[in-house]
């Protein structure tokens, strides 16, 4: 896994899972203690993720929220996108653009 960018926008990339989730957690915590105004979270180049990476970006929704910021998801990509339905997050997670079963589209199959 990797993580590029400031307090206002990071891209993650490789694989989100048990083994990168303490990294990605301080990485997103130290740039949400940083900054103001909406956190960017670009997953265009993420390959995947686990249940443990999907807790840590909960987990850093959460710390977003209590500081008065938002953490907005960028690029999120199809396969990603079914999970959030299937678990229903895409309900409490701002996702730019949205995800196609805000506008009436049937729900995806996971």
Do not use: F, K, N
């Amino acid at each position: 896994m990797h993580i590029r960018g400031d307090h206002a926008e990071l891209v993650v990339g490789g694989r989100l899972d048990v083994r990168s989730a303490a990294d990605a957690r301080t990485v997103l915590h130290s740039a949400l203690d940083s900054g103001r105004g909406d956190l960017v979270l670009d997953l265009t180049e993420l390959d995947s993720w686990d249940a443990t990476g999907l807790g840590v970006i909960m987990g850093a929704h959460r710390r977003a929220g209590r500081s008065g910021r938002r953490l907005v998801l960028r690029g999120v990509p199809d396969r990603m996108q079914r999970l959030l339905v299937a678990t229903r997050l895409h309900r409490i997670l701002a996702i730019e653009g949205g995800i196609g079963v805000e506008a009436g589209e049937p729900l995806p199959r996971v």
